[in-house]
């Protein structure tokens, strides 16, 4: 059975920092990961999505990378602002086609940029 | 292009009573989903949706959760009778198709049972 884990839970950074954020996976049979940012009150929206040929990918100022092998994925956003106050989720798509668009959430990570 | 909608955005009920929540995926998108998301966790799929019919529902607690898909359309997700435990935020989301798309999720809502 899939386990997806962020660690840490929860994450204070000041304004300008870059941010690491952490997510690994326990099989690594897996169809693509995506990043997903949730805001208070509020859906999720889809940040980045890596598929599982890929390595890494980029979009302004946030890169994911993937090491499927070892499990694990990282997003990066750079130069961090107080609008990235959110919580992060990373989600894995199965390769298995029964379970075909069942997506395998991790807990999140709670950012909050300080001014 | 309008997002998915739901509604309503917040319930609070009895346990023991039963509730019913609504959602609009973005139009002509064939695939919906029903998320439940309890505080501190990440989603978790209910189920699934292909046009109007079932494609996944293992996760769903069949004895007291029910939904539907009128049409291809609209869904309705349905909890009855309601447990305490039942209390989390119910998300829908849509895509365009199953294989690689990303899924657009809807502003969830709040449920919380007394």
């Known amino acids: 059975k899939q386990e997806v884990t962020q660690i840490p839970a929860a994450l204070s950074v000041p304004e300008g920092e870059n941010l690491v954020l952490n997510c690994s996976f326990t099989?690594?049979?897996?169809?693509?990961l995506q990043w997903f940012r949730q805001d208070p009150g509020k859906g999720l929206t889809s940040l980045l999505l890596?598929?599982?040929?890929?390595r890494e990918q980029t979009s302004g100022r946030l890169n994911a990378s993937l090491d499927k092998s070892s499990g694990r994925s990282t997003l990066y956003i750079a130069a961090s602002q107080p609008g990235d106050s959110a919580t992060y989720l990373c989600a894995v798509r199965p390769t298995t086609t029964d379970s075909w668009g069942k997506l395998q959430f991790g807990a999140g990570t709670q950012v909050v940029v300080t001014p | 292009e309008a997002g998915v909608a739901q509604s309503p955005r917040y319930k609070i009920i009895e346990k023991r009573q039963s509730v019913a929540f609504w959602c609009n995926p973005i139009s002509g998108h064939a695939t919906l989903y029903w998320y439940q998301q309890i505080l501190g966790q990440g989603p978790k799929l209910l189920i699934q949706?292909?046009?109007?019919?079932?494609?996944?529902d293992s996760q769903l607690p069949k004895d007291r959760f029910s939904a539907e898909r009128l049409k291809g359309v609209d869904s309705t997700l349905k909890i009855q009778p309601a447990k305490l435990e039942d209390s989390a935020v119910y998300l829908c989301a849509s895509s365009l198709i199953v294989e690689q798309d990303t899924q657009y999720f809807g502003p969830g809502t709040r449920l919380t049972v007394l």
């Open positions: 949706f292909q046009n109007n019919g079932v494609v996944d």
């Open positions: 890596i598929q599982s040929s890929q």
């Open positions: 099989d690594s049979a897996i169809y693509n």
